[in-house]
């Protein structure tokens, strides 16, 4: 098991895209192969400045565990900003579980990196609580359990809240009207056009709502038996790959990462960009070009971050769905606020919501894990 510490630092939330030459910024970086499953799982605690971390767990194909590392560093920097912006008592933090690109998890191995990583989560003493992510659920949550209770989003026959992505679709559904708004002069969404990429969990649950509510949907996955679904709610089917090339009033990247790259930038054909996807800039630079050639970006940190409201919200005694569901809707007069500062400054609305998120931080009394906030499987 390796550990590395680092203080975190506020200037280094500004800092571009991890690579090797980055600077680590991150307070606990673990990595540890897990001794059940042989897998190598990456736990990173970007910043418990604000409260103990919340960031899902994610299992996924990469080419290295290096990169799979690389990710964690990123995604749980993203769960800073994501938390402080959204006004939560939370840090940041993620952790990955590397699957090397051509192999797959049968369940049997699936569980035991599941029981890898609830001893990884357990071992760092309740600083970071961790939460389905891509490839994971509420279901792999409940095995994470069986290690530890630094774990959200069990099953509600379990006695927990169950998974988020119900509200993070929501909170990315109020952030495209709030977009289209700023973009048109008006809110409705009938007769308008998106292209969604990625028919996940909370792609398709967007999907329907648009769709029930008017929109005219391209859709694509790159699994393609998420084509049965694009036809179930009457969407447009295209392969995977050149969806942005199609003119639309919305591009909704509900992938992974990454999506944005400084070519498909320069294709898009869109007036916004509003998403569920993490990390959705290839590289930082991205909201320069996506600025310059007059396309509205929701910061993904801002756009998404009707999960992890719903998390730490429906995991407080008397949690109240009503007043969870109202913060989530106020994510869209949060990106309308960013929009109207990043246009008031000149500035990316990268930029406008990397300071939402600082200010936040740099006002904040430091937490420490010595104030003893008890956290339990919820
Ligand atoms: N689930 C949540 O509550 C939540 C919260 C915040 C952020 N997010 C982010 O939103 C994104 C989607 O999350 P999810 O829970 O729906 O994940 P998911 O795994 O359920 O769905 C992702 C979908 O995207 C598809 N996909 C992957 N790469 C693609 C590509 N290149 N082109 C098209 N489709 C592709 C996958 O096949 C899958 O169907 C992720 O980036 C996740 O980190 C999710």
């Known amino acids: 098991m390796t550990s590395f510490h680092a203080d975190a630092s506020l200037d280094a939330l500004h800092a571009a895209s991890i690579d090797h030459e980055t600077v680590l910024d991150h307070e606990t970086v673990l990595i540890t192969r897990g001794q059940r499953s042989g897998l190598t799982i990456s736990v990173a605690v970007h910043s418990t400045r604000l409260g103990p971390a919340l960031g899902g767990a994610r299992v996924w ?42 192999e797959t998890l049968d369940p049997e191995r699936k569980r035991l990196a599941m029981l890898d990583l609830g001893d990884a989560v357990e071992s760092l003493a309740g600083r970071y609580q961790t939460a389905e992510d891509v490839g994971t659920n509420a279901a792999d949550m409940a095995i994470v359990a069986e290690r530890t209770s630094h774990v959200s989003g069990l099953p509600a026959d379990r006695g927990g809240v169950g998974e988020p992505s119900d509200a993070t679709a929501q909170g990315v559904y109020a952030s495209i009207v709030a977009s289209l708004e700023t973009v048109t002069g008006s809110p409705l969404l009938a007769g308008r056009h998106a292209t969604i990429s990625g028919l996940g969990q909370v792609g398709s649950r967007l999907a329907r709502r648009l769709s029930d509510e008017g929109m005219s949907l391209i859709v694509t996955d790159v699994n393609p038996a998420r084509r049965a679904f694009a036809e ?67 910061p993904d940190f801002i756009a998404n971050a009707g999960g992890v409201i719903y998390l730490d919200m429906a995991s407080r005694p008397g949690a109240d769905l009503t007043a969870i569901l109202a913060c989530v809707d106020d994510i869209g007069r949060t990106l309308s606020a960013v929009y109207r500062d990043a246009a008031a400054r000149s500035v990316t609305t990268l930029a406008a919501a990397e300071k939402l998120a600082a200010d936040r931080l740099d006002a904040a009394v430091p937490w420490t894990a010595t104030q003893g906030q008890v956290l339990q499987s919820v």
């Open 61 to 102: 194909h990469y080419p290295t565990w290096r990169d799979a590392v690389e990710d964690s560093l990123r995604l749980s920097r993203g769960m800073t900003l994501k938390n402080a912006a959204a006004g939560l008592n939370r840090g940041g933090g993620k952790s990955v579980v590397f699957v090397p690109d051509g």
């Open 232 to 298: 179930e709610i009457s969407a447009s089917w295209i392969d995977p790959g050149d969806e942005h090339l199609f003119e639309t009033d919305v591009f909704v990247p509900c992938g992974v990462g990454g999506a944005l790259t400084a070519e498909v930038i320069s294709e898009l054909r869109c007036a916004a960009v509003v998403g569920a996807a993490n990390n959705q800039l290839a590289d930082q630079g991205g909201a320069e070009q996506l600025a310059d050639r007059g396309i509205l970006w929701a």
